[in-house]
Structures are given as structure tokens and as C-alpha cells.
């Protein structure tokens, strides 16, 4: 079972909204998800989208992911790469959605981090290492359900893998 993930962070602050993650204005796309995931964060970061490589890590303040419910927000962050999302808090529906659609969300105090630095993540000890600094911080770590729910892909895939919700 995959619990250690390794990248680079993109800070961003707090308030960050469904729309900030996947524009409006490009609602049209939402057929089309890996050419949405190319605009993904653009109206926070114009830049986050080209520069993002696999297994980094979205690092944000309060409420990451308010406003509306639509799943395609942590969907496009999960196409472009983003191992998983770090953040002081997130709205239910966005924390939800990301669990189903295999996106492992991680509530932790977030200021220390900075843009650009290393991490490594450790989803079942509930270790944030940034190696950029040379600090250790913590979050609670997932249970292995979790984890096993994550790694089969979010929660449809592991209910068509396994035949069922099974945990065991």
C-alpha cells in the first residue's frame, strides 16, 4: 500500500474555491477533463498548471475547495499530477469528493511550508518531512481503510475492484 508521496509545494492561501480550481468560465470543458485539468488552479495561480509535475503537493490556509459541489475540482488536481492536498481546513463537500475521487486531502497547520519546498508525505505515520527546511510537522494519520480506499483510486473504483465496500 503507497504511503509515502515526494514533491515540490505550490502555496496558496486561504479561501481557495471551487472556481479558483476549476473556472467557471470553462464549465463547457467539463466533458472533456484532461483538457479542464490544463486550467486547473489558473485563476490562483496562472502559472500552477504548466509548472506542476508529478507527485507535488497543493499546500493552502482555511476552507480550501468552498463553494459549489461539483467533483471536477478534485478530479483536474488529481489529472495534473498533485499527490495530495494540505491544507489548515477544507469545505465538507470538497474533503468528500476528494476521498471518492482518490485524492488524499490532509488537514495540517500549514504555515511553515513555503512555495517550492521538498516534502515527503507519509500518509500512515502522519509525517510532513520538508526536507527544504529541515522541519517535521504532523496531521493525523489516515486509517488504513482510508489509505486502501485512496490507492484502489477514490471510492467507485474501489467498490468495482472489490466487489463491494470492503476494508478488510
Same mark, same amino acid.
Not at 493552502?60 to 499527490?83: D, Y
Given at each position: 500500500?503507497?504511503?509515502?508521496?515526494? =514533491?515540490? $509545494?505550490?502555496?496558496?492561501?486561504?479561501?481557495?474555491?471551487?472556481?479558483?480550481? +476549476?473556472?467557471?468560465? /470553462?464549465?463547457?470543458?467539463?466533458?472533456? /477533463?484532461?483538457?479542464?485539468?490544463?486550467?486547473?488552479?489558473?485563476?490562483?495561480?496562472?502559472?500552477?498548471?504548466?509548472? @506542476?509535475?508529478?507527485? &507535488?503537493?497543493? @499546500? +493552502?490556509?482555511?476552507?480550501?475547495?468552498?463553494?459549489?459541489?461539483?467533483?471536477?475540482?478534485?478530479?483536474?488536481?488529481?489529472?495534473?499530477?498533485? *499527490?495530495?492536498?494540505? $491544507?489548515? *481546513?477544507? +469545505?465538507?463537500?470538497?474533503?468528500?469528493?476528494?476521498?471518492?475521487?482518490?485524492?488524499?486531502? /490532509?488537514?495540517?497547520?500549514?504555515?511553515?511550508?513555503?512555495?517550492?519546498?521538498? /516534502?515527503? @508525505?507519509?500518509?500512515? *505515520?502522519?509525517?510532513?518531512?520538508?526536507?527544504?527546511?529541515?522541519?517535521?510537522?504532523?496531521?493525523?494519520?489516515?486509517? &488504513? $481503510?482510508?489509505?486502501?480506499?485512496?490507492?484502489?483510486?477514490?471510492? @467507485? +473504483?474501489?467498490?468495482?475492484?472489490? =466487489?463491494?465496500?470492503?476494508?478488510?
Amino acid at each position: 500500500m503507497e504511503t509515502v508521496y515526494k =514533491g515540490k $509545494a505550490f502555496k496558496f492561501g486561504d479561501d481557495i474555491s471551487t472556481d479558483h480550481i +476549476a473556472p467557471g468560465r /470553462l464549465f463547457h470543458l467539463r466533458t472533456n /477533463l484532461p483538457e479542464l485539468a490544463k486550467h486547473v488552479l489558473e485563476d490562483a495561480d496562472p502559472e500552477f498548471a504548466k509548472k @506542476v509535475q508529478k507527485g &507535488d503537493f497543493v @499546500v +493552502a490556509g482555511n476552507n480550501f475547495g468552498l463553494g459549489s459541489s461539483r467533483e471536477h475540482a478534485p478530479t483536474i488536481i488529481k489529472m495534473a499530477g498533485v *499527490s495530495a492536498v494540505l $491544507a489548515k *481546513s477544507f +469545505a465538507r463537500i470538497f474533503y468528500r469528493n476528494a476521498i471518492n475521487v482518490g485524492l488524499p486531502v /490532509l488537514i495540517c497547520d500549514t504555515d511553515q511550508i513555503s512555495e517550492g519546498d521538498q /516534502l515527503e @508525505v507519509d500518509l500512515s *505515520s502522519g509525517t510532513i518531512k520538508d526536507v527544504t527546511k529541515g522541519i517535521t510537522l504532523t496531521f493525523s494519520p489516515l486509517p &488504513d $481503510a482510508m489509505i486502501k480506499i485512496l490507492n484502489d483510486g477514490g471510492l @467507485v +473504483a474501489h467498490i468495482e475492484k472489490n =466487489g463491494g465496500f470492503n476494508i478488510d
